[in-house]
């Protein structure tokens, strides 16, 4: 479905190029500025930094002068605001309304069944967010819940958790599978105790175990070992650190 980002009155150069990233992290690339700030955001250096390699879609955005342009072509339209208007859209939380239009239609009650083609999701201004009559021309208003006591959102903050949720409505990405690690060998019992051996000879060496009184350590070290279910490599490292203890003593012995 297309789908497109709609900014209203940008006045931070990095929010955009903030903005572009979290598009295209999601997928999405159709970008529209409506009266920003600066009338070369998409090239100036903030914004080109923040986009962190997301160049492309700042490269297709486009910055128009009136509502109208920004909107053509784009069938339903979410106001996004923290707060319903009176007399304004249905307010609605996104991920519920996402899942309606992904399935076709801009309401469960619609009476007009034609599947929906295309989506806008209009953001404000950083300073004001969206005016009443922005939102008024809206089908929608939603609201990202948050913290009842502290609910201001970045703008690229705000547009990456509705591209997340617009795009996990859609059918989201696929989670990439971790590559098949080789398989390993469990060690047997005989290589269990002669690592616990060797480990037994290093303790007595740098005087933490005395063999005269050693009381439960090596059964319990058995026993931690045992629930370890460790691997061959595993033993290596242990009779490793075990050699190298050894060495040390000895050095610190030598005159």
Same mark, same amino acid.
């Given at each position: /479905?297309?789908?497109?980002?709609? &900014?209203?009155?940008?006045?931070?150069?990095?929010?955009?190029? #903030?903005?572009?990233?979290? /598009?295209?992290?999601? +997928? =999405?690339?159709?970008?529209?500025?409506?009266?920003?700030?600066?009338?070369?955001?998409? %090239?100036?250096?903030?914004?080109?930094?923040?986009? *962190?390699?997301?160049?492309?879609?700042?490269?297709?955005?486009?910055?128009?002068?009136?509502?109208? $342009?920004?909107?053509? +072509?784009?069938?339903?339209?979410?106001?996004?605001?923290?707060?319903?208007?009176? =007399?304004?859209?249905?307010?609605?939380?996104?991920?519920?309304?996402?899942?309606?239009?992904?399935? @076709? %239609?801009? *309401?469960?009650?619609?009476?007009?069944?034609?599947?929906?083609? *295309?989506? +806008?999701?209009? =953001?404000? *201004?950083?300073?004001?967010? /969206?005016?009443? $009559?922005?939102?008024?021309?809206?089908?929608?208003?939603?609201?990202?819940?948050?913290?009842?006591?502290? @609910?201001?959102?970045?703008?690229? #903050?705000?547009? %990456?958790?509705?591209?997340?949720?617009?795009?996990?409505?859609?059918? @989201?990405?696929?989670?990439?599978?971790?590559?098949?690690?080789?398989?390993?060998?469990?060690?047997?019992?005989?290589?269990?105790?002669? /690592?616990?051996?060797?480990?037994?000879?290093?303790?007595?060496?740098?005087?933490?175990?005395?063999?005269?009184?050693?009381?439960?350590?090596?059964?319990?070290?058995?026993? &931690?070992?045992?629930?370890?279910?460790?691997?061959?490599?595993?033993?290596?490292? &242990?009779? @490793?650190? #075990?050699?190298? #203890?050894?060495?040390?003593?000895?050095?610190?012995?030598?005159?």
């Amino acid at each position: /479905m297309q789908t497109r980002f709609i &900014l209203l009155n940008t006045s931070h150069a990095g929010n955009v190029g #903030a903005v572009a990233r979290a /598009m295209k992290v999601m +997928g =999405f690339d159709d970008l529209v500025l409506v009266q920003p700030r600066w009338p070369d955001v998409l %090239q100036r250096t903030e914004a080109v930094e923040r986009a *962190s390699g997301a160049t492309d879609v700042l490269d297709k955005a486009r910055t128009v002068q009136t509502w109208e $342009e920004a909107v053509q +072509g784009i069938e339903h339209l979410c106001a996004t605001a923290m707060t319903a208007r009176d =007399f304004g859209p249905p307010l609605a939380a996104p991920r519920e309304h996402f899942a309606q239009l992904a399935a @076709g %239609q801009a *309401s469960a009650h619609a009476a007009d069944k034609t599947p929906l083609r *295309s989506v +806008g999701l209009v =953001f404000g *201004s950083e300073r004001y967010g /969206m005016r009443n $009559e922005e939102v008024y021309r809206c089908h929608v208003c939603l609201r990202i819940p948050t913290n009842p006591a502290y @609910g201001s959102l970045n703008l690229a #903050a705000a547009v %990456q958790l509705l591209a997340y949720e617009w795009r996990l409505a859609l059918g @989201g990405f696929a989670t990439l599978e971790i590559p098949a690690q080789q398989e390993v060998q469990r060690a047997d019992a005989a290589q269990v105790q002669a /690592m616990l051996a060797h480990l037994e000879q290093a303790l007595v060496a740098i005087d933490y175990l005395d063999p005269a009184a050693p009381k439960k350590l090596m059964p319990r070290l058995q026993q &931690l070992f045992n629930r370890a279910a460790l691997h061959e490599e595993e033993i290596h490292i &242990l009779r @490793g650190i #075990a050699k190298a #203890a050894l060495q040390m003593a000895e050095k610190k012995k030598a005159p």
